[in-house]
């Protein structure tokens, strides 16, 4: 069976979808990758013609995930919890929770949390990780922000992703990897590594 990341925050706008497009894009090299959105709105499926070298699945496929023939599996899913969400991580390896760093951000990502925690119980293989994305050059990230970080009991992952506008435009842009911002695309390669152990 593929192996399965899942990224999940039930927040909107914190950046999902964006970091599920770039991160098939920098495996589909090496592996066999799918993207699914599990979203039935299904954003990301409506990328499919732009980006005809991925595989970008139906969101049907989702009940499938288990009889799929990857090596990477992709699902991007909806800014909201439910019974879906929790069959998911049943078949997950990995759920990255993408995050601002505002105090309020990361306070909104506890139930997320539990829900990931609920399932570890069932799925032993579950592992989860939280990265921080769109962190502003200027503000950067507080010090309450760390301590909080430390106390929710997800590993928060090394790799940080600043807010850029070429990270902002790479839906519509064949991808970060296409785009002559080095500092992003080091920062999307490393997220990448860092989801894969
Ligand atoms: N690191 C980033 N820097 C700048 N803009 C970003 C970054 N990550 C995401 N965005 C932008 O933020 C908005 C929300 O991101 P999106 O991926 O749609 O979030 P979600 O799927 O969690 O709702 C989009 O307009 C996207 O282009
Ligand atoms: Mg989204």
Do not use: W
Not at 41 to 53: M, N, R
Not at 74 to 103: H, W
């Amino acid at each position: 069976m593929a192996r399965i990341i899942t990224l999940a925050h039930q927040k909107g706008g914190v950046g999902k979808s964006t970091l599920a497009l770039n991160l098939a894009l920098c495996f589909k090299d090496q592996l066999r990758v799918a993207l699914i959105d599990s979203d039935l709105q299904g954003s990301i499926y409506h990328l499919k013609e732009d980006f005809p070298k991925l595989d970008i699945l139906a969101p049907e496929k989702i009940s499938e995930i288990p009889k799929l023939n990857y090596d990477l599996i992709i699902v991007d899913t909806p800014p909201y919890l439910s019974n879906r969400l929790n069959e998911l991580f049943g078949y997950s390896d990995y759920v990255l929770v993408p995050t601002k760093a505002g105090f309020f951000d990361v306070m909104a990502i506890k139930s997320t949390l539990a829900l990931i925690k609920f399932s570890q119980a069932q799925n032993q293989r579950l592992k989860a990780g939280i990265v921080l994305n769109m962190i502003k050059p200027r503000s950067g990230i507080t010090a309450e922000v760390v301590e909080l970080l430390n106390t929710l009991g997800t590993p928060l992952l090394n790799t940080r992703v600043f807010d850029r506008v070429s990270l902002a435009r790479s839906s519509m842009t064949s991808g970060i990897l296409k785009s002559t911002d080095q500092k992003a695309i080091e920062e999307v390669t490393f997220l990448a590594e860092e989801s894969l152990t």
